[in-house]
């Protein structure tokens, strides 16, 4: 497994293929994305970002049937592994206790 940090992105289309599944696949991932978060995304990059997610060992894939629809491609299908599960749980973590840190002041408008 290669490292096992997660970039801003990565941490992104993870948790989209959490909110996908069992349908993530690429340009899936790349809609919602797009939806979520109203910036312009290249498939490229997504593909990048699942391609390098299964090589730390956070998403595992398969590829599903090719079907009339798609003239008989097959698309690859994203899951996320235990420590896919575990790296977003403790990036959420760290995330809130940074955030209950912030003193009150600090975020009131001046």
Known sequence: MKGTQLGEFEELVLLVVGVLFPEAYGLNIREEIINQTK??????AVHSALSRLEEKGFLESE???GTHERGGRRKRLFKITASGKQALEKNHELRNSLF????EMALKIV
């Open 39 to 44: 910036r312009k995304v290249a498939i490229g």
């Open 63 to 65: 590829l599903a049937e």
């Open 100 to 103: 209950s840190q912030i003193p």
